[in-house]
């Protein structure tokens, strides 16, 4: 419940409103509200309706953005009935809510759904501008796809009269309904575009036919961590209600919104690939894994071979790799030169600050000499990106403080690496700041 000093939220997470209404399946009316009104919850679709009431676009405009939107299956202007009595009906169904008594001095925020990092704030002519470049972008492949007349008019229409929110949920709901493909760059800026009016992914990317750039293991476009370092992230967590191998199975199912299907898959299983490949021992392997998960999944105490482990993470990533990228060929190619030098200078000067820690000190620690040893190992003689993820979770697991101008210094590391922006901000809680 909302008390009277808290922002508001209408929270989706998928499709809503007008666009969401097209894009529902053949068994949920769209032609009528469903009894009962706004019993579903989806409450922008009254404000989509009113939108286009109050917008001034003609009957025949909104109709063909309807049909373009809904592939046709229904036409609010057929026999007894016209567009606008539709759009009332639901409007009706889904009325404003009631205002709220305002606190003086108080404010209140609506959104689609809250985020806890800034977005870039934009105006409305700005917004709109962005959104009717994307259909200028993409007029010619609507035109031969969508066989409403006047689609793409309609479009922009939609966008100059009713705003650029509702005009940019209409774009991708025609795209998707016709099977319009678009690239990699158009789909990063709808999701820019959806970031900023603070969508869930869900609006832009479910359904959305892009044209996927191939697999590439050495390419850095997730925003987070990835690979062997990731997947020990989830078993520090608490994983305990499923399995190990489903827990597995999540990890090389999680490509970032960014990524060609089967990036996470393919990412994890070079680094499996690799240390198995490895000169690595055992005990230096089996120490590698402890320190990155923060001893969640203590593979030596339940008598698990660390190779055994490494091939079974190997197994679910081809899996999953052949049902969603086939023409994949799943390996490691040699690991890219990296800045070997630097992260050893690193590691090496924490060496005597994690030498006084351990992993999982209560129970079964795991020594941080140990662990230094081990991560000189994989980034002298295996991979020095892996190497330095590996680090950076250790310095999670040890939970070791860090001055201002060694993290610093990791950042920029993490930028040579080509790491996502929110990679190397895991160990940001333990900087040491001068308040």
């Known amino acids: 419940m909302t008390r009277p000093d808290e922002p508001y939220y209408v929270m989706y997470d998928a499709d809503f409103g007008l666009s969401g209404l097209a894009g529902r399946p053949e068994r949920e009316p769209v032609s009528v509200p469903l009894p009962g009104g706004g019993a579903d919850g989806d409450e922008q679709i009254g404000v989509d309706a009113r939108s286009l009431l109050a917008s001034g676009l003609p009957e025949p405009v909104i109709r063909t953005l309807w049909l373009a939107a809904d592939r046709g299956r229904f036409d609010p202007a057929g026999p007894g009935g016209t567009v606008r009595s539709w759009l009332t009906a639901w409007s009706e169904a889904y009325p404003p809510p009631a205002p709220k ?16 990092y800034p977005r870039p704030v934009l105006v409305e002519a700005e917004l709109r501008a962005a959104v009717l470049a994307e259909i200028d972008l993409l007029a010619a492949d609507l035109a031969r796809a969508v066989p409403v007349p006047g689609a793409v008019g309609a479009l922009r229409s939609a966008v100059a009269e009713a705003g650029a929110d509702l005009g940019l949920r209409l774009l991708l709901r025609t795209l998707k309904a016709h099977s319009v493909r678009v690239d990699k760059a158009c789909h990063d800026r709808f999701v820019a575009l959806g970031d900023t ?16 750039p191939p697999l590439d293991v050495d390419r850095r476009d997730s925003a987070w961590d990835f690979g062997l370092s990731a997947l020990a992230e989830r078993f520090a967590g608490d994983w305990h209600d499923r399995t190990a191998r489903e827990t597995v199975r999540l990890a090389a199912d999680s ?25 690595l021992s055992p005990d230096t392997l089996g120490t590698l894994w402890l320190a990155a998960c923060d001893g969640g999944y203590r593979i ?20 999953h790799l052949r049902e969603v990228a086939p023409g994949h060929r799943a390996g490691a190619p040699p690991a890219p030169p990296g800045p070997v030098a630097e992260v050893l200078r690193e590691l090496r000067d924490l060496a005597p600050e994690l030498a006084d820690r351990s992993v999982q000190p209560m129970w079964h620690p795991v020594p941080g000499a140990a662990v230094v040893r081990a991560l000189e190992e994989v980034v002298a003689e295996v991979d020095p990106d892996l190497g330095f993820r590996l680090f950076l979770r250790a310095l999670v697991a040890m939970a070791v403080p860090l001055s201002e101008e060694r993290y610093a210094r990791l950042l920029a590391l993490g930028e040579r690496f080509g790491y996502g922006e929110f990679h190397v901000s895991q160990v940001d809680g333990f900087v040491q700041r001068d308040l």
């Open 101 to 116: 008594k305002r606190p003086q001095g108080g404010t209140y925020i609506s959104a689609v759904t809250p985020y806890f």
């Open 197 to 212: 009016f603070e969508y869930c992914f869900a609006v832009i990317t479910d359904g959305l036919d892009v044209d996927w």
């Open 255 to 279: 490509d970032g919104v960014g990524q060609t299907p089967g990036s996470a898959a393919a990412l994890l299983l070079a680094d499996v690939t690799r240390l198995l490949g490895s000169p």
């Open 300 to 319: 030596d105490r339940f008598s698990i071979d660390v190779r055994h482990w490494l091939e079974l993470v190997a197994d679910v990533c081809r899996e």
